[in-house]
């Protein structure tokens, strides 16, 4: 199995939940140091909770799947200083 398909099949695992919501992901590109980059599409695109929705699912979800993978992108995501955004709360 290429490392590309190891990273849609971890986030296979997410994608109904996602497009529950109206959104969905797609792979960008994977570049030649396995960093992945990814683009939130529809409602994820510009949700408030795509920062928590990155961080805390699609990252952790391809970091475990594909140990490879040395780093998590989002080329769209919510810019996190934006007044839109809501991140992780940290306890």
């Known amino acids: 199995m290429t490392l590309k ?7 296979d695992t997410l994608r109904p939940y996602l497009e529950t919501d109206g ?3 797609s792979v960008e590109e994977i570049t030649a140091d396995n960093v992945v980059r990814l683009k939130l599409l529809g409602a994820c695109a510009s ?8 961080k805390a699912g699609l990252e952790q979800a391809i970091k475990k799947a594909v140990p490879e993978v040395t780093a998590v992108e989002a080329i769209n995501l919510t810019d ?3 007044p839109d955004a809501t991140l992780p709360s940290v306890n």
């Open 5 to 11: 398909e190891k990273v849609e099949q971890a986030l």
């Open 23 to 25: 959104g969905n992901v």
């Open 47 to 54: 949700c408030s909770m795509s920062i928590m929705t990155f």
């Open 80 to 82: 996190p200083d934006s």
